[in-house]
C-alpha cells in the first residue's frame, strides 16, 4: 500500500506525456485503478506505482514552493483534495445466489468503510483536466457510458482508463427501459458491452440503467449480457453541490455517487471527495467489490 506521501510526485507532469511512456507496458484493459485518494507533499526519492517511468520536470515546470495556485487551475483543484484514512483492504460482496438475473443495489451492501464515485453518459461535455486531476489525485472512478459518445469520444476516455477509470456499461441510446421488451433490452444492453470491450479491452460487468429505470427484464437482460450487479445511486452531485438520496444526508458506508460527463465535472469531483471525507470514508473503486 502506497504512503500518502507519494500522492502528489511531481505534480507539473501531465497525463499526456505519462500516457505516451506508459503505452509499452499496459495494454487497454490495464487500468492503474488500485491507488487511493491521499493528499501529501512530493517525495522525488520513491516513484509512483504506475507507469514505471515519469518523465523528469524541468525547473521551469515545478511550482514554487510559497506560490498559491489559481482558483479553477487543475493545481487548484489537487490542493483541495482532502487527506483520506487508508482504505481498507477490499472485501468483495457475495452475489446472490441466482443463475437468471443480476441484484439491482442503491447502496453496495457492505459494511467497510468506503463509497463509490461513478460517472454516466459521457456526450455532452469532456472537461479537459478531468484525466490529470484523476491520474493526479488518484480518484478511483467507474464510468458508465453510452456506447455511441465512447466510440466518438474513445481518446478522452482511454485516458481515464489509463489514469484508474473503469468503463461499464449504460446502453446505446440512453432511453428509458423499464417496460419494453426482452429483445429491446438485450439489444441494448449487450450492444453498448460489444462496443465498449470492442474500444477499451474490457467487458463491461457492471450496468447502470438510464434514469435508473429498470424491471424484472432489465436485470435478466443484464445479467445475460455479462452483468454481475446493476446499480442505482445514493447521492448525487451537480455543480459542485452533493444531494442526498437518502434521510441520513451523510454518506454512508457502501454508498454510490453519481455524477456526469457536463461542465462542472472537475466541482463535482471535488465535492464528491470532500463529502466522502466529512463522512470518514474512503474512496474505493466499485470494481474492487464486485468480481
Known sequence: MLSAPVRRILAAVTLPAILALSSCTAGPGQAAHARQVAAGQPNPSTPPSTPSTVPSATPSTLPSATAKPAPGSLEWYVSQVPTFPEAPPP???????????????????????????????????????????????HIPVT????????????????????????????????????GRSYDYQKQEICGAADKLETLFGKRATLFRPPFGNHDATTLKAAHDCGAKAVFHWSETVHEGK?????????????????????????????????????????????EDYVR
Open 91 to 137: 472485501q468483495p460482496v457475495p452475489l446472490p445466489p441466482t443463475t437468471d438475473t443480476a441484484p439491482f443495489w442503491h447502496r453496495l451492501p457492505t459494511e467497510q468503510k468506503v463509497a463509490f464515485i461513478t460517472i454516466d453518459d459521457g456526450g455532452l461535455a469532456r472537461p479537459p483536466a478531468v484525466a490529470d486531476f484523476i491520474w493526479r489525485a
Open 143 to 178: 464510468l458508465f457510458l453510452n456506447s455511441p459518445a465512447a466510440e466518438e469520444h474513445a481518446d478522452y476516455f482511454r485516458q481515464i482508463q489509463v489514469a484508474g477509470g473503469v468503463v461499464e456499461s449504460h446502453t446505446i441510446n440512453h432511453n428509458s427501459l423499464a
Open 242 to 286: 452533493v444531494r442526498y438520496q437518502t434521510p441520513e444526508k451523510v454518506v454512508q458506508p457502501g454508498d454510490v455517487l453519481l455524477m456526469h460527463f457536463r461542465p462542472a465535472l472537475m466541482d463535482d469531483l471535488l465535492a464528491a471527495l470532500k463529502a466522502i471525507h466529512r463522512a470518514g470514508l474512503t474512496p474505493a473503486l466499485l
